[in-house]
């Protein structure tokens, strides 16, 4: 059983937050270990596990990039760290320019520079957290196909990329 069907949700990238709250505190309530202390040894494991899986479960579905991450897990589009999928030759090509950048703030820093970086890592994030949108919100399950998926797939790892770059560059902020 996946998370979705734990909380009897549909799998989706976008998730109804207030049915996935009630779902949980309902589930808090009734498998809480507290509440089973008279139960014998094995309902008291179960309730246990139980209780683990619907923290681990809101956890990954209440937070909206573990939530991604999650559906392209179960629909066997990422895998792990090292069998990750190469990222597209044209984002990296566009990377070129904000790398050098932070090359260059690395050996000689300039304030200047490190703005026009920035804003250059803002935008490019802007862009493709607008490019996706429309699709996260409409992708479900039942009619999502796997092109839609591969999407949804390059924008995460994009986004883990810019991530990567943005705490690059957060380093040059105390300098």
Known sequence: MNYFEFFGLPVSFQVDEVA??????QNSRQYHPDFHTLADNAKQEEMLELSTVNNQAWKTLSDPDRRIRYVLEIKGLLGDETAQPALPQDFLME????????????????????????????????????????????????????????????FFLKKRYLLRIRENLSKFAAA
């Open 20 to 25: 996935l709250q009630k779902r949980f505190y």
């Open 95 to 154: 990377m070129m320019d904000i790398n050098e950048g932070l090359m260059e703030l690395e050996f000689d820093f300039d304030a200047e520079r490190y703005a026009t970086t920035l804003q250059a890592l803002e935008n490019l994030e802007k862009e493709l957290e607008s490019g996706i949108q429309p699709l996260l919100a409409a992708w479900t399950e039942a009619d999502g196909t796997e092109e839609q998926l591969i999407q949804v797939r390059d």
